[in-house]
């Protein structure tokens, strides 16, 4: 069967921003089960590996979000197939959306990928011939298109999430993300890290460890165009390289595990094989080399005529 498609509309910024970052949308208790509410009713069908989009008062549209399970640190009370009411008061404050004393009934979607999909404004879609509703299923075309024609003509949702804030958001450069929504419906995935994004750069972006930090310092420092875990598809498979050089096409890969970990050395064997199979620029660094980037990682770059 093939998976549905649904659009979900949201008020306020701070809301879709808490969407994004906690991997989940609410509704309130008598919206969701109101007769009145029978698109809802409806999209009471969603399941695991549906795709959302969410819009902001029929602005600007971003996704699409893969509906998972719940997130683990979320207490649920009870469930209505893919809805499942929290228990607001037992769920960790930190990761509460800032919506949900208000909507306890949330559906759950991939937070890996949350922050690898593409947004754009609603004259974009309105020029294409997109006639959406603010809240309801779609064909599975419409649905098919519409994530085409966010995710090549669109902003990085990064980008946006970044801009909410007061850091400057130097690294990240507004461009047209790699497109990979043909990986993505294989289900081919590679390289989702289960490390979190905790630590934060100069510039305000956040990355997976203290060595990636000085990695993306060092970049920043010297003013040169980076972004953090652009996806990049390679036939069916999806990756998410630590580092992209858009000035010149070069990818950063950080191989902290790699004299410790044999598994890791294994993966990293394979990963790199595929890029030499599809000609992709890749440096390399090692743990031992990170206090020596000055020297190293801009010799590294010069190799491939990057200054």
Not at 160 to 185: C, D, E, M, W
Not at 234 to 250: A, E, I, K, M, S
Request: charged share 25%.
């Amino acid at each position: 069967m093939p998976y549905k498609y649904a659009t979900f509309q949201t008020n306020e910024v701070q809301y879709l921003t808490s969407c994004v970052k906690t991997g989940s949308y609410g509704e309130s208790d008598p919206a969701f089960r109101a007769p009145r509410f029978d698109v809802l009713g409806k999209l009471r069908e969603i399941g695991p590996g549906d795709r959302i989009f969410i819009h902001l008062k029929g602005r600007l549209y971003c996704g699409p979000f893969f509906i998972t399970v719940p997130h683990p640190e979320f207490n649920i009370q009870e469930s209505v197939g893919s809805w499942y009411k929290v228990n607001v008061e037992q769920t960790p404050p930190d990761a509460r959306p800032i919506w949900l004393f208000d909507k306890p009934w949330c559906f759950f979607f991939d937070r890996d990928l949350s922050m690898q999909v593409n947004y754009c404004f609603a004259g974009l879609l309105s020029k294409a011939g997109f006639k959406l509703p603010p809240l309801g299923l779609l064909d599975n075309e419409v649905g098919e298109r519409l994530w085409q024609v966010i995710d090549e003509n669109g902003s990085p949702f990064s980008d946006f999430l970044q801009r909410q804030t007061s850091f400057a958001y130097n690294g990240f450069p507004k461009s047209v993300s790699i497109p990979f929504h043909q990986a993505l419906s294989t289900r081919h995935l590679v390289g989702q890290s289960k490390t979190p994004v905790q630590y934060r750069t100069r510039n305000g972006i956040f990355v997976r460890s203290k060595s990636e930090v000085l990695i993306a310092n060092f970049l920043h420092d010297r003013r040169i165009s980076f972004e953090y875990e652009r996806p990049l598809v390679l036939g069916n498979t999806f990756l998410r390289p630590d580092f992209y050089l858009p000035d010149c096409q070069v990818y950063i890969e950080h191989l902290g595990l790699y004299d410790s970990n044999p598994e890791y050395r294994q993966d990293w064997k394979w990963k790199k094989s595929l890029f030499d199979t599809h000609k992709v620029k890749v440096v390399t660094l090692f743990e031992a080399e990170i206090p020596q980037l000055d020297s190293v990682l801009l010799r590294k770059l010069a190799d491939f005529g990057c200054k």
